[in-house]
């Protein structure tokens, strides 16, 4: 099956900028996508990557992709402690249609104040 | 509209109990999934729903029986669960021509 990688734990200042990083192995990985999750809660789509782009950035979220080392990072411009939270990278293989997303192992964030 | 919402928020189970998870949308979505979560590890998806026809099985135990009665509904029915089929349900939908899944809160489930 698809491997999805990511570090478990981030903390950063309020203000400061944070990434968050992904490697994942299926070269055939179609979309990629960051999803956030708080206590309790259930997943928001944050953004997704199409796979023959490179850059993406939307406000405060800016998201990297490097196809040939099959890394992913998400960037949040000055972070607030509303960012906190489970931050999860997936992918899937498929355009469209019923698909499967392959979920990495999670990173949270803290803003410390 | 553009929610999945997902009843009940919570659910206390005991092992001979049958009991149903409901998850609804109004997006016009014909895909529907069920994920199960386990504290600090990230979604599995259990089953797959394409226009209201079962298109994926993640090979579930046929404790959890899952039923699609319309393109905006989907359940999932439970019985004879055990203890460490506790975890956060998740219901998600996505659009036929596209491909973001969009996520309910989730059903707390706890087996007892």
């Known amino acids: 099956g698809e491997d999805v990688e990511q570090s478990l734990f981030l903390s950063v200042r309020e203000g400061d900028s944070s990434v968050i990083n992904c490697t994942y192995t299926?070269?055939?990985?179609?979309?990629l996508y960051w999803y956030k999750q708080e206590p309790g809660a259930g997943l928001q789509l944050l953004t997704y990557i199409f796979s023959n782009m490179d850059m993406k950035q939307d406000q405060r979220l800016t998201v990297l992709l490097n196809k040939k080392d099959k890394h992913l990072s998400l960037r949040i411009a000055d972070t607030q402690t509303g960012d906190s939270a489970i931050y999860f990278c997936a992918e899937t293989p498929d355009q469209t249609g019923a698909n499967n997303l392959f979920f990495g192992t999670g990173t949270r964030l803290t803003v410390i104040p | 509209d553009t929610e999945v919402t997902q009843t009940p928020k919570h659910l206390v189970m005991g092992m001979t109990n049958k009991k149903s998870l409901k998850c609804e949308q109004h997006?016009?979505?014909?895909?529907m999934y069920w994920y199960k979560q386990k504290a600090k590890k990230p979604p599995e998806l259990m089953f797959v729903?394409?226009?209201?026809?079962?298109?994926i099985n993640e090979s579930v135990p046929s404790r959890f029986s899952p039923e699609c009665p319309n393109s905006s509904l989907l359940n999932l029915h439970l019985h004879a669960l055990q203890p460490e089929d506790s975890a956060l349900y998740l219901c998600?939908?996505?659009?036929?021509?596209?491909?973001?899944?969009?996520f309910g809160p989730g059903t707390r489930l706890t087996v007892t």
């Open positions: 299926d070269s055939s990985s179609t979309y």
């Open positions: 997006m016009g979505h014909r895909a």
């Open positions: 729903y394409s226009y209201e026809k079962l298109s």
């Open positions: 998600a939908s996505s659009h036929p021509l596209g491909h973001e899944q969009y």
